[in-house]
């Protein structure tokens, strides 16, 4: 059976330039320090400024320390274990930070929150034609993470909604080029060969993703079956399928038991049969070996030709 994967068709993104990469940061709790002290002093210019000239001064000097401990303040950036912070500073991007704790950051820069974490996404229930055309309803379950924080926010509109868009699309896709189950064994099929389809759908999805930065984990078929309108013809037909393999088995297994019969009672001489007898007794125990209900038995009390 050939269960190879075949190669991943999707559509061919633009490249994107924007690519993750560390941002300028210092540690976030010095600065919070002097922030405070710069407050601290403010306060303290104002209380003791005097009066005349040196008051102006003085007033001038703890609004400055005000402003600068404010842009102390205003630049620090809090990082939680499991996310990211993207920098952007007039509306170029200029860096990501992974570091956890408290960071500090030029204050004028704009930073954008970006979780890290492994998420889980189950795409609805779609109905869809296989490749034998028959309508089946399909979906799936896709494990993911963002890799590329830079492609995240600056490459797509809305990453989590265009991850859920092409994750659906690629459920279409294979649920469509794969025929739900096949008679013989030379073509893949959506029930009967699990693991390679979900490798190919995992294949797909992460090949879609991947200009979104977004890194794809895992994917597995949680709903699998024939649409409404066709599951009880479909039934009938798998039930009509297994009595014939049922049926194919019992006769070859019959088969085989005459011809053991025969071959040992001519091997052992226990009675010579011409072929009109052998056809009579192979006759006899095929019926009593496939027939489905108990045959009356009938002793011969003549000869072997009455």
């Not at 560390?22 to 407050?39: D, F, K, M, R, Y």
């Not at 102006?56 to 600068?68: D, K, N, P, R, Y």
């Not at 869809?128 to 492609?151: F, H, M, Q, R």
Request: aromatic share 6%; with cysteine.
């Amino acid at each position: 059976m050939n269960t190879q994967v075949s190669s991943v068709a999707v559509p061919k993104f633009p490249a994107q330039p924007v690519s993750e990469y560390q941002a300028g940061s210092v540690p976030g709790l010095p600065i919070l320090a002097l922030g405070i002290a710069g407050v601290i002093l403010g306060v303290v210019l104002l209380i003791e400024h005097g009066q005349g000239t040196r008051a102006i001064v003085l007033s001038v000097i703890a609004i400055l320390v005000f402003i600068a401990s404010e842009l102390c303040f205003h630049g620090l950036t809090p990082v939680q274990t499991g996310e990211a912070r993207v920098v952007q500073l007039f509306g170029r991007y200029r860096g990501t930070i992974r570091t956890p704790g408290l960071q500090w950051v030029n204050p004028f820069a704009r930073r954008r929150r970006v979780s890290t974490r492994i998420r889980n996404l189950e795409t609805s229930m779609v109905k869809v034609n296989d490749a034998d055309g028959n309508p089946i309803e399909i979906a799936a379950v896709v494990v993911w993470l963002v890799e590329d924080t830079g492609k995240a926010i600056y490459a797509v509109d809305a990453f989590e909604k265009f991850v859920a868009i092409q994750a659906e699309t690629a459920v279409r896709h294979i649920a469509s080029s794969y025929a739900y189950e096949v008679g013989d064994g030379d073509r893949l099929s959506l029930r009967a060969n699990a693991d390679e389809i979900t490798a190919r759908l995992s294949a797909e999805i992460a090949a879609r993703v991947a200009s979104a930065g977004v890194q794809i984990v895992e994917s597995r078929l949680t709903r699998l079956s024939y649409a409404a309108e066709i599951a009880q013809a479909m039934l009938r037909r798998q039930a009509a399928s297994a009595v014939v393999g049922a049926r194919q088995v019992i006769v070859q297994g019959a088969v085989g038991m005459v011809k053991l019969a025969l071959t040992q009672l001519e091997e052992q001489g226990v009675v010579e049969l011409d072929e009109e007898r052998k056809a009579a007794m192979v006759s006899n125990l095929l019926v009593v070996l496939c027939s489905e209900q108990a045959t009356q038995q009938v002793v011969n009390t003549g000869s072997l030709y009455q």
